[in-house]
């Protein structure tokens, strides 16, 4: 199977295995599980570079005289028309254009049946993209790779290979086969093109054994297992081979075995020195990646601790500003109040002065005496109402603002109650573990940690681990200085809790184990997979040193090798370096070069120390590596009691902030109830001098006392007045600073969450980048080792092959001084075997005969020399044999999980389709009696038993094999797929969601293109650039040439 560059792995990728793989030396396979991933998000490419059909052209094919040309859109393609138009025609010429046989499209058994009745000849034109950096010989072909298939009426075709100029390249099959290969297409594939005839075929298969031949064939899984078939048939012929041949010709097969091993070896040692290339790029551009992202981080963070102060003191600022503003607004209302009443009361006793100075009947001066009386004994009244309600509206204006306060204050309180609490529970928590850990030390990580090795120690000795899992880490290391604890618990952090695994089989065994102690939704320890070794790494080259300060691998005791090489992969801990001080940590990081190998260092305070930037740590003391446990109990005891006492303390002062809020809101109520009184009596007073000034009797009065408060009455609103002027300034003074302030402060808060939110992103990066530089050294060291593992062997073979060579040259010297001129041997040793005893025989009866001694012993001497070299190399050749056989069963074992990993991703799509329409299924595999059963159940899975397809109604069987096919469209590499009629036997409704599941995958996978034909019109397909329709009119007789007419994309881009 060809190699496809993208930017993720997955088990499409894998190749086909080949002959030389099968050696001695391919040790590229890994033994790691497959990881199933959905990726639902659309592909970063926005369209495929190399592979898609970009156009065909069809003359004298089938019932065609001339059908193109015509291109096709990059991503989906519809190819609409009415039977007979040539839709399957297209189809057709596709599969047998780039090489496909006759019997594959389902059209005819040879390729002479595609010519035109009346016509000598057909010709098949494709032209094939060839684009970026994946281009087949983009020097010789350009950007596009024209296929000429020339088919005579004799059956036999021939080839052209054009260029995108037009000049032939080459006219070989095999150069068009390594095309294929190249670009990864597959014309014999039903995934990469499904017939019309084998859609339907398939649709109405009830066959459980004719589903998985699909399956297989669309995986390639056939032709994998026909592989390792015919490969163990050639070992058996070759094992039979050996021991049917003759001692010389063994050796020169050894020989050459060897030699070729040894090619495949430096072929392999060629690649994995371009893999530790690439590795080194890619780890050179994820800490490139990750430091920019520190930078930045960084930056934000000094801007926004610079900016802090100075929103602190605006913020304060534009409090004191609006306290400031609102008191002078409370001065001003007053005044304006006061100037409303005296300015009123000067309307009114003007009014009455004239009244009184028109009137001229005195005869009832008593009586509007009395009533003047009584009207000014009124406003005074009045007045005085209103300087009470004044004095009220000021109480009530104090008192709203001290239960504000009251309440503000209590909510800040009630917060700091809350992190007290907080920081209580946990305190008592960590207490409780450390007093569980005076008895098992084991409970400070965690208290289901004794139980979990106890079940890891069962399961050890049932034989469900290959090596038995070590951890937790934190109680396989010992430090050597105490008061470095709280560093090194800083910078391992939850590698203490963490646990390692020889593979990911144990892997999955302790996983199974951790779900029995730890519920869902709860932290479990984490989990490193690493090959088990004997020996820690040598760092010596890569570690960091500094004479006065240790690494964190030289402040430890660790006694396994197994738990500092996990350290030294995961953390890196040979090039961190411990300082207890805080101030000498920042000289020797930051005040000058940091030495050599060193990326951080970590104080005793557990404080973090890069060469650029200092992050102080939350936490106050070591949870699992202290020592003095007694002490930390006791320390932890006190802090208790202390936060106890806080929160006491705490809530006391939310009883008494309670008790001022409730006994000021009940003042506030008072003097609400005494306003709305005080108005009423006003209302009352103001409506008895309104009925006594209404009164229309002319009465005297005296009118110098009435001008006399007239004119005080002016006075008194002159001073209010030029009092008011005053208050209204400063008040729009302090209104201009008051939104100064405001603004001020509004903008730099602005910026600090601007800040903030830019940080946010930056964090979730930098992690994401720490690990991807962790994940590229592992990287690195793993091709390291593999290629320092590959080189030892590689020279191993070497020095076997020179022992060869020399052997093989005395075997042959010896030879000839028997005979000059090479024999032909085809005895096998059973049959030298059965020589040398009929020798034996001869030698006594020649003995009793002749009796010369010597001349026998001589003989005998020399069989018996013959019989032990061959027979020493018969055995050579049996261990040979017997290495080959355990490469296979890898080999093969490899193929099952291959087809184990494609096979749950095939069903995990499955569930995933279907879910779209609400229905349940299942897929059933037996890989042993080769058949596949494909359960479904429309609507809820709930509500009913899962049925066989058979069951189902012809659309919904339909729907439910549109799934399967997507399934495998996503578990297969092509770069184009074809299906023709899909939707053949669904309703409006199944056909409409299939569409829309297709659409989907295709707006996923914009680097791959669709061709779908159909008889349907496609008129409700919504309008976007991805999507091109392609129309074929209706036959009519004498017509040459049916020409299609895009519908959704522009002519311009058809001519591009």
Known sequence: MAKRKENFVSPENAKRPRQEELEDFDKDGDDDDCTISFTNGTSTLTEAEVGIIESIQLKNFMCHSMLGPFKFGSNVNFVVGNNGSGKSAVLTALIVGLGGKAVATNRGSSLKGFV???????????????????????????????????ISMDGSRSYKLKSQAGS????????????????????????SVLTQEMSKQFLQS?????????????????????????????????????????????IEKQLNAIKDNIKIGEDRAARLDRKMEEQQVRLNEAEKTYKDIQDKLEKISQET?????????????????????????VLYNRSLNEYKALKKDDEQLCKRIAELKKSTDQSLEPERLERQKKISWLKVRVKALEDKENSVNQDIDQFQQAIEKDKEEYSRIKREELDVKHTLNYNQRQLKDLKDSKTDQLKRFGPNVPALLEAIDDAYRRGHFTHKPVGPLGACIHLRDPELALAIESCLK????????????????????????????????????????????????????????????????????????????????ETVLLIKNNSVARAVMQSQKPPKNCREAFTADGDQVFPGRYYSSENTRPKFLSRDVDSEISDLENEVENKKAQIINLQQHLSALEKDIKRNEELLKRCQLNCKELKMKMRKSISEIQELENIEEHQSVDIATLEDEAKENKSKMKMVEKNMEQQKENMEHLKSLKVEAENKYDAIKLKINQLSEQADPLKDELNLADSEVDNQKRGKRHYEEKQKEH???????????????KELEEKMSQARQICPERIEVKKSASNLDKEINRLRQKIQAEHASHGDREEIMRQYQEARETYLDLDNKVRTLKRFIKLLEEIMTHRYKTYQQF?????????????????????????NFDHKNE?????????????????????????ERSFSTVCFILSLWSIAESPFRCLDEFDVYMDMVNRRIAMDMILKMADSQRFRQFILLTPQSMSSLPSSKLIRILRMSDPERGQTTLPFRPVTQEEDDDRS
């Open 931 to 955: 058949t596949l059963s494909i359960s479904v159940q429309p609507g809820e899975g709930n509500k009913a038993a899962f049925n066989d397809m058979r069951a189902l109604s012809g659309g």
């Open 305 to 329: 601790n610079a900016r802090a102060p100075e929103c602190m003191a605006l913020k304060a600022d534009v409090t004191a500003k609006k306290r400031a503003y609102n008191e002078a607004e």
């Open 168 to 191: 032939v390249v080459s006219t070989k099959k095999e150069e068009l086969i390594a095309i294929l290969d190249h670009f990864n297409i597959q014309v014999d594939n039903p995934v």
């Open 791 to 805: 080189l030892d062997t590689l020279n191993k073979k070497k020095r076997e092959l020179n022992m060869k060579e």
């Open 116 to 150: 035109k009745d009346g016509q000598n000849s057909a010709d098949i034109s494709i032209t094939l993209r060839n684009r970026g950096d994946d281009a087949f010989r983009a020097n010789v072909y350009g950007d596009s790779i024209i296929v000429q298939q020339h």
């Open 494 to 573: 939850g590698l203490l809790q963490a646990f390692c695994c020889h593979n990911h089989a144990d892997e999955r065994v302790l996983q199974a184990l951790m779900k029995r102690f730890y519920p869902p939704g709860t932290s479990r320890p984490q989990i490193i997979v690493s090959e088990f070794r004997n020996e820690m790494y040598d760092v010596r080259h890569r570690a960091a040193y500094h004479p006065e300060f240790p690494t964190v691998l030289t402040a430890l005791d660790i006694d396994n090798a197994v738990v500092a090489n996990s350290l030294i992969d995961m953390r890196s801990i």
């Open 899 to 923: 087809r184990r990993c494609l096979t749950l991703r095939c069903k995990l799509y499955f569930d995933n389709l279907l879910s779209q329409r609400a229905y349940c299924g299942k897929m």
């Open 206 to 250: 009830k066959n459980e054994g004719d589903k998985y031949k699909f399956f297989m064939k669309a995986t390639q899984l056939e032709q994998m297992k026909e592989d390792y078939s015919y490969i163990m048939e050639t070992k058996e012929r070759t094992k039979e081979q050996i021991n049917q041949g003759e001692e010389v010709n063994e």
